[in-house]
């Protein structure tokens, strides 16, 4: 007798295709770049891309922090309030002669205290992450207001190198958003502390039990946060060659929360990815990119972050649901 193989019929072509990472993600980026190429000749010109990719650079850098905090169940709303805090201290420290390695570190420094007291007030007074750092929010964005004194501050030609410079062609500032990216993919996939960041946005009383010391880890991403955020803030200063009034702020907050969002992140903990946030990151800048190509009014642009963030969080809410 002859034995005959059964073949297993090809899964259907849908079903290949949500095996796919962000599949859906990826045909929405795909559709609007098609639709923009068609529209306009300027979109695929190598300078539009190149300027796309420095603008989504400081929004990659918030959002890498945002994920990985998101991931263990925290939330920070405080992050553009800090990065308008670190413009306003490094463009007066800038113009009034001080290094510029110093008053790196100095804002930076500064940045990493505000997310530790964000992170002291969450962990340790059972303060609803949102409502506390919203409220943070508020604060610094007044005390950014206060170190400016409420004008624009120029630093010049300070920090150009950053913001303006090239390496292979390619601006400085997507080198560093792509090391900061990389880095927090790397911990959330291979290391322990990245490990413990989604069991305790699965579960934290189970991630106590279980060993973990929540309380040292919550500190220590608040305190991460707060550092991408100074970071974010010193990218955002390079590039824009000055602090003025609105310089990051809750606007930039809400475009970072909606990549993280987007991409997949869980607004409950416990699940998320980089790869996912990048494409949110890119998604937004395009849609950003293409109204203002399309000259389409900014106050569209708003609205589009709104209705994006909106339909991102039903959709995260309903996923979390069909797996339980």
Known sequence: MTSTAVTKPAPPRSARLRSVPHAGLLLVLAAIIVFASTQTDAFLNSNNLLNVMRQVSVVAVIAAGLTLLMVAG???FSMGGNVAVTTAVAAQMLSHGYPAALTVAVSIGLSVAIGLVNGVVVTFTRVAPFVATLATATLLDGVALLVINGMSISIDEHLSTLGNGRTLGLPNLIFVAALVLAVTAFVM???TFGRDAFAIGGNEDVARLSGINVVRDKLVLYGLAGALSGLAGIM??????????????LQLQLTAVAAVVIGGTSLAGGRGTIGGTILGVLLLGVVANVLNLLQISSYYQQIAVGAVLLIAAISNLLQSRGKH
């Open 189 to 191: 996939r291979y290391t």
């Open 236 to 249: 955002l200063l390079s590039r824009l060659a000055a602090s003025s009034p609105g310089t990051g702020g």
């Open 74 to 76: 925290g939330m920070d």
